[in-house]
């Protein structure tokens, strides 16, 4: 079992940066970003690969946010740039215990609870 705890969210203006944490209670494989829109289904942002070393992005944020991770403190962390009103939504990290990397949130087996990110205009 896997805990993960997301946090760094919050009210940032258009045009400005957070950056998301995400602390896992162990080791982890793959690990992914997803948000979730009032009304809207959850979406791929991105995911990275158990060594950090390849990183796939949703073409919604890519070139903007920017995701890396700390093995030694089981720690990955979204950084977002240029922050758009449409990047407003709950942000979620996830865990996959394989090496695959999917873009499919049910092939993701741990969920962290969420941290808000609001962009205002």
């Known amino acids: 079992q896997v805990q993960l705890v997301e946090s760094g969210g919050g009210l940032v203006q258009a045009g400005g940066s957070l950056r998301l944490s995400c602390a896992a209670s162990g080791r982890t494989a793959t690990m992914g970003w997803f948000r979730q829109a009032p009304g809207k289904e959850r979406e791929f942002v991105g995911a990275?690969?158990?060594?950090?070393?390849?990183?796939y992005y949703a073409d919604s944020v890519k070139g903007r946010f920017t995701i890396s991770r700390d093995n030694a403190k089981n720690t990955v962390y979204l950084q977002m740039n240029s922050l758009k009103p449409e990047d407003t939504a709950v942000y979620y990290c996830a865990a996959d215990l394989s090496d695959r990397i999917s873009i499919l949130s049910r092939r993701y087996d741990y969920w962290g609870q969420g941290t808000q990110v609001t962009v205002s205009s």
């Open positions: 990275i690969s158990r060594s950090g070393g390849s990183a």
